[in-house]
């Protein structure tokens, strides 16, 4: 049995490869993030496993890393994705005091591997692969969007009543570029404010199709999710490309943990409290908080539960609380909504 341990880069990827008794085997392989990357990674590892079956463990990341995880599980490979906090508990514990290099992350990563069997398997849905890839451009475009609000903003000094919420309408986009058109501005400076304007109006029509396109895909697939207060299209479309199969968590517990939901125990001196889970995955992180958010103004059942922990906790900590049972609520709904995809691939599997 031989483990691989993968450090993604940008451009280049370190892969090391560690038999079951812990010890490397072969030199560490540095190879370029290109179309030849599976086939260089398959060539290397073959030469070296002598036909040994090998899991590929590569640390928790997005981007070239799933990529590449893709890639390996297409070539009919088993992926392991390994968390950082694994892989650097791994590299204080087998490295040199203060060793820090790609190979010894990579060493690190195949370690922990080793060390922890239940980690989590990499699986291909392609419609979690389709909204992962819509939701992440909407992200960026969203990003986009803001820094040319925020960049607009500091340069135009008649922006009057304006506010940048207010750029996300067509009208009030429209009602600005003709105050730009007739302020006594330079030419370049008109020129490029109305330029900033317009780019503004592209990404909102940008933004307003994704949009459309998100909620024909994300209806059919999460119908349970989106009955819960506080959930958009948009958040369920968060929630399931970030996740993937939410029954590799198999507790709601779990699932806060990696949401960074859960409080983490602090106790001293037998005084038992806990503290703020400042970790997880904080794009879905921010997820409930918004739900919480929502359910708070409009929720019956959530204002209740606020108003009963608000007194010992604070409105922050009651509001934390309303987000750790949103986490349950959510695992539930998914683990229904996935029932339902299962059922469906079955039918279609036996009518063919």
Not at 156 to 172: C, Y
């Amino acid at each position: 049995m031989l483990t691989v341990g993968v450090d993604p880069h940008k451009h280049v990827h370190v892969a090391v490869a560690v038999d079951a008794a812990g010890r490397q085997v072969g030199k560490p392989l540095t190879i370029k993030n290109g179309p030849h990357l599976i086939t260089g990674l398959l060539t290397w590892v073959r030469s070296i496993s002598d036909e040994a079956p090998v899991t590929w463990a590569i640390e928790d990341g997005h981007g070239f890393a799933r990529r590449l995880a893709d890639g390996l599980l297409l070539a009919g490979q088993e992926v392991v994705w390994v968390p950082t906090r694994l892989m650097l508990a791994h590299r204080r514990l087998h490295a040199a005091t203060g060793a820090k290099s790609d190979s010894v992350d990579a060493a690190a990563v195949a370690y922990a591997a080793i060390a922890t069997p239940g980690l989590d398997r990499h699986r291909i849905d392609e419609r979690v692969r389709e909204l992962r890839v819509l939701a992440d451009y909407r992200s960026d475009l969203v990003k986009r969007r803001t820094m040319v609000i925020n960049q607009l903003k500091a340069q135009l000094h008649l922006w009057l009543d304006h506010t940048p919420g207010d750029l996300l309408r067509a009208k009030t986009v429209g009602s600005v570029t003709a105050l730009v058109a007739d302020a006594t501005l330079r030419p370049h400076v008109r020129q490029t404010l109305h330029d900033m304007l317009t780019e503004v109006a592209d990404l909102n029509k940008r933004i307003r199709d994704l949009d459309t396109t998100i909620r024909e895909l994300v209806t059919p697939l999460a119908p349970a999710l989106l009955q819960i207060t506080g959930i958009s299209h948009t958040s369920a479309a968060v929630l399931i490309a970030e996740i993937g199969d939410i029954t590799r968590f198999s507790s709601s517990a779990k699932l806060a943990r990696y949401v960074g939901c859960a409080p983490i125990p602090v106790y001293s001196s037998d005084n038992e409290r806990h503290r703020l889970h400042r970790g997880g995955n904080r794009r879905l992180n921010s997820v409930f908080y918004t739900a919480a958010i929502v359910q708070k103004r409009w929720e019956p059942a959530a204002q209740q539960l606020l108003a009963r922990h608000q007194p010992a906790k604070g409105s922050r900590g009651a509001r934390r609380i309303l987000q750790r049972h949103l986490v349950d609520v959510v695992h539930r709904a998914m683990l229904e909504d996935q029932a339902t995809w299962t059922h469906q691939i079955t039918r279609c599997q036996q009518a063919a």
